[in-house]
């Protein structure tokens, strides 16, 4: 009788043997790698995905925490900026002043701005001024500073300031001129003034030969004219103080007269183009002569008009 295998039922050979369970051993261990790689292809890939997922969170949770931050550093600086804002148009301010002044009033923010000039800046608008002289401007300038000054000495003059007195009765001989004769006071007032204005120009352009310079009278006009914007400026002061009961207000015409010598040195040293040397000693023989030539044309215009 022929043997066979258990397992397969093979029919065996006297003394063979089987193979069957040898290789379906070896088809079992050749099977298990391609499951085993499968399964670990599909972990790796499903462990990746929930990586994945993830980090995607946590980026879309982290930019819109960085987006959230932006946005409430934008609202904090905008009502910081709000409340400077605030803060700002309640205080007072001298510019917020000034330019409600200009918008309200046009017209007359145009009429002062060449004024105001003078006080913002005064050093570059004497040196950038115009180099063709304007007769009627230095006409209105000169004779609003005579009209202004005259009516300041005349309303001190009530008010027995003893500094006027003693200039009245040095220039006059009488300190009872201003108080009885007003009107005929501001007229001789004015024509002095105007007297001097002209004289200190002619000083002006006489002593440029001095320093090898020709400065025309009317450049030299337009000079003079520049320190009777100063100087009505000192006139309103003066008027203001002496209505809040100062007796001695009329001093302050000093102040004007140094500053009055600043312009005339700053003026006369741009347009003749001197050095400091120069033009300190031009203004110093200038106002020397101009001193005389006042004394002199003041008491003869004096006794003139004393005589009719």
Request: proline share 3%; hydrophobic share 45%.
């Amino acid at each position: 009788m022929a043997k066979t295998c258990f397992y397969c039922g093979k029919e065996l050979a006297a003394g063979q043997r089987c193979s069957c369970r040898g290789s379906s051993k070896t088809g079992a261990t050749a099977e298990t790698p391609v499951f085993s790689a499968s399964s670990t292809a599909s972990a790796s890939s499903s462990s990746s995905s929930a990586y994945s997922g993830s980090s995607a969170g946590s980026a879309s949770s982290g930019a819109f925490t960085g987006e959230t931050g932006k946005k409430k550093a934008k609202r904090e600086k905008t009502k910081q900026v709000w409340n400077e804002e605030q803060k700002a148009q309640n205080r007072f301010s001298f510019a917020k002043f000034i330019d409600q002044v200009r918008s309200n009033f046009p017209s007359i923010s145009k009429l002062m701005r060449p004024v105001m000039a003078y006080i913002w800046h005064p050093v570059t608008t004497i040196q950038n001024r115009s180099q063709v002289v304007s007769i009627p401007k230095v006409l209105l300038i000169n004779s609003l500073f005579a009209a202004l000054t005259s009516l300041m000495v005349i309303f001190t003059s009530f008010t027995d300031s003893p500094f006027l007195g003693m200039l009245i009765s040095l220039i006059f001989g009488k300190t009872d001129l201003f108080s009885d004769h007003p009107v005929m006071a501001f007229f001789v007032m004015s024509a002095i003034l105007w007297l001097c204005v002209l004289i200190l120009a002619l000083c002006f352009t006489w002593t440029s030969r001095l320093v090898n310079r020709k400065l025309p009278f009317l450049r030299a006009l337009d000079t003079v004219s520049i320190s009777s914007i100063y100087m009505c400026f000192a006139d309103v002061l003066i008027f203001l103080s002496v209505l809040f009961g100062s007796r001695g207000a009329f001093t302050l015409i000093f102040v004007a007269m140094v500053i009055m010598g600043i312009c005339h040195y700053v003026s006369i040293k741009q347009d003749l183009a001197l050095r400091d040397n120069s033009a300190f000693n031009m203004l110093a023989i200038s106002y020397l002569l101009f001193y005389v030539l006042a004394q002199l044309g003041t008491n003869i215009f004096i006794r003139i008009f004393v005589l009719f």
